[in-house]
């Protein structure tokens, strides 16, 4: 049986529809086991359309995406954390028993000048919390995105535009 079939996680469908270039903190748990064990990593950027783009199908192998992530931190329990390369046999278990949870992004004008705002989480923020589906500017909060998390087809989707 090759790795791929016995690896369960889902999906992470992230679309970029937004001038700015998009970086993100990705995080899986175990919700059912108080979020352990919680794995997080970086990806940058996600370029400015029509490049836009990326899907990850776990934590495993995911430096072969554009952007790929080279490394995830994984906490399996209160003091037991250590850092995987996405290359790491470890990834594929706690594949199966996670599921994508949250993302704390940020955008950055590809020409280098400041945005306010420019950062948020969405998701289910901590363990147990309710799900932050929608972030829409405000005039409290004036994000220069609109953004959106869902699952559909047994697959997890940010949407930002």
Known sequence: MSTLQIYAQKTINIFNYTPYNLTNYLVGADQTNNCYPSISGTNYPIPVPPLGAV???GYYN?????PGINSWDVIL???NGSTQPSTSPLLIALGASTDWMMNKFYVSDPSGAPLYYSGASIGTLSCGAPLIST?????????????????AGGQTYFVLQ
């Open 135 to 151: 972030l829409t500017p405000t005039s409290t909060t004036p994000y220069p995105f609109e953004a959106f998390w869902f699952v």
């Open 77 to 79: 329990a209160p003091n």
């Open 62 to 66: 995911s430096q072969l995406q554009n």
């Open 55 to 57: 899907s990850y199908t």
